[in-house]
């Protein structure tokens, strides 16, 4: 899949596009509504579909002390757009200069003279431009003056509410992994590479990949039922992990661990993926090894029965 630069012009073959846009970050059934519509446009008319994303997301540039929030990695995105259909993914680079750009500049030379774009899809809500000026009704208004078509896709609802980013990250914090799967169409995952730790897990016989969670969203800090991927293999993965600050060792340390069962490999300097399916305690601090070990048992027992049930429904 191609992977283009707002900055730059694109290749010609790409030039009268569908592109859905919009930021995507979390690609839940409501972007997937928008970015469907843009796929289908595109194959009725012979033409290449592209799906659009800011990075850093624009709250991140306007404020850049929010604590993290993303869904996704751009990687990730790249994957998710991929297998909806879209020919390439665009990235749009949040800057000062994008920042900067009137509403009507970003429809007249970015999205026709620097694109060639045939048309726009976005939500209802979609904004953009300096000032976040633009709306879909300049899209509408101004870029059909200059040959731009535009659709817009209307709020998609799940549970009686509209399905959004912000309702995933509350239902992640809240510690309710199967709401935010529900609304995402898949698990919440975090992606990372290995690292080596203090090796405390191997001591008490639950050996814990160690992952940095970076830029994503924190979800509730607890043990959680999980599924692993080995990017590199394909490998799929079972087990429980705990992500937060381990209340019992010292010094503190965020970090996400996953101890997966009836694995013995080395996961060294892998890049895995870890997604969340049950939340099952909060973090705990016990007395003494002993008791913090009875309970990962009982953890690890629950997390195998979830992820049993889940792989016979």
Not at 84 to 109: N, P, Y
Request: net charge negative.
């Amino acid at each position: 899949m191609r992977w283009l630069d707002h900055r730059e012009q694109i290749p010609s073959a790409l030039r009268g596009a569908v592109i859905a846009l919009g930021n995507f970050d979390g690609f839940h059934k409501g972007h997937q509504a928008v970015a469907g519509e843009a796929i289908r446009w595109a194959h009725e008319e012979g033409r290449p579909s592209i799906i659009a994303t800011f990075d850093p997301h624009p709250v991140r540039f306007f404020k850049p002390e929010v604590p993290p929030f993303r869904l996704t990695t751009l990687e990730q995105r790249q994957e998710l757009y991929l297998a909806a259909g879209a020919t390439a993914m665009l990235v749009f680079h949040f800057d000062k200069d994008l920042a900067g750009t009137s509403a009507e500049d970003f429809i007249t030379e970015i999205l026709i003279e620097r694109f060639g774009a045939h048309g726009v899809v976005t939500g209802g809500d979609f904004t953009f431009g300096k000032g976040a000026a633009g709306n879909v009704d300049l899209l509408k208004s101004l870029g059909g003056e200059r040959g731009l078509q535009s659709r817009v896709v209307e709020a998609v609802e799940d549970g009686g509410a509209v399905v959004s980013s912000s309702r995933i990250r509350e239902a992640l914090r809240d510690g309710n992994p199967e709401l935010a799967a529900e609304l995402l169409t898949r698990p919440f995952a975090i992606r990372g590479i290995v690292e080596h730790g203090d090796k405390r897990g191997r001591t008490i016989g639950y050996p814990t990949a160690n992952l940095s969670v970076e830029n994503y969203l924190r979800p509730k800090y607890g043990v959680y039922a999980v599924t692993g991927k080995i990017l590199s293999t394909g490998q799929q993965l079972t087990g429980a992990a705990n992500i937060g600050v381990r209340p019992q060792f010292e010094p503190p340390k965020e970090l996400l661990e996953p101890y997966f069962f009836d694995f013995s490999g080395d996961l060294y300097g892998q890049e895995i993926e870890v997604a969340f399916h049950h939340f099952l305690r909060p973090e705990a601090k016990f007395d003494g090894l002993d008791a913090l070990m009875e309970q990962m048992e009982k953890d690890c027992d629950r997390a195998r029965t979830l992820l049993s049930a889940r792989h016979h429904d």
